[in-house]
T-cell receptor, first 114, second 116 residues
């Protein structure tokens, strides 16, 4: 089945630093989504990307949909303590590939030292 | 808007019993709901896709007779774990797709199931 390779798996940074994570796939997706999950909670949507090449910002977060439709990155600028959590990328399959299901990356666990 | 709730948030049960988890879309109608399972320090794995008024579509390797899904209305889907065993202990998360925004899924807060 389809798989997303998300990296890095974990990050340990100082408060105020910028963060970058990415996802790659062997499959083409028509939508890329980035979620954040806090412990014991469900994922919360951060950014949704719908067009190849699209660059979208949400506050200190910026994400891009790769031109090949097989990759995406998420950047967080000037990290703060509440950014701690697990970040997941998710690709949405085209309808013909199966009911527009989401395929998730393995997650990037972000830890911030104050 | 687009709030999804789950009940219960935590459940502990004895091996062999059945557990029902509810997923509700609170302020919108969801023609499709999805059920995921997440083991500790792992990603979300799709178990099944639930469409209102029809049978759920299960992912490969997920036993439909063990994980019963009912999507009786546009705002409610239920997952019943039948004859639960310790290996079924996991974090179960549902999501709902908004009819108008077909490309986005909104997730519930999850249900922690512990089978003793």
């Amino acid at each position: 089945g389809q798989q997303l390779n998300q990296s890095p798996q974990s990050m340990f940074i100082q408060e105020g630093e910028d963060v970058s994570m990415n996802c790659t796939s062997s499959s083409i997706f028509n939508t890329w989504l980035w979620y954040k999950q806090d412990p014991g909670e469900g994922p919360v949507l951060l950014i949704a990307l719908y067009k190849a090449g699209e660059l979208t910002s949400n506050g200190r977060l910026t994400a891009q949909f790769g031109i090949t439709r097989k990759d995406s990155f998420l950047n967080i600028s000037a990290s703060i303590p509440s950014d701690v959590g697990i970040y997941f990328c998710a690709g949405q399959l085209r309808k013909a590939q199966g009911a527009q299901k989401l395929v998730f990356g393995q997650g990037t666990r972000l830890t911030i030292n104050p | 808007g687009a709030v999804v709730s789950q009940h219960p948030s935590r459940v502990i049960c004895k091996s062999g019993t059945s557990v029902k988890i509810e997923c509700r879309s609170l302020d919108f109608q969801a023609t499709t709901m999805f059920w995921y399972r997440q083991f500790p320090k792992q990603s979300l794995m799709l178990m099944a896709t639930s469409n209102e008024g029809s049978k759920a579509t299960y992912e490969q390797g997920v036993e439909k007779d063990k994980f019963l899904i009912n999507h009786a209305s546009l705002t409610l889907s239920t997952l019943t774990v039948t004859s639960a065993h310790p290996e079924d202990s996991s974090f179960y998360i549902c999501s709902a797709r908004v009819v108008q925004w077909v490309n986005e899924q909104f997730f519930g807060p999850g249900t922690r199931l512990t089978v003793l």
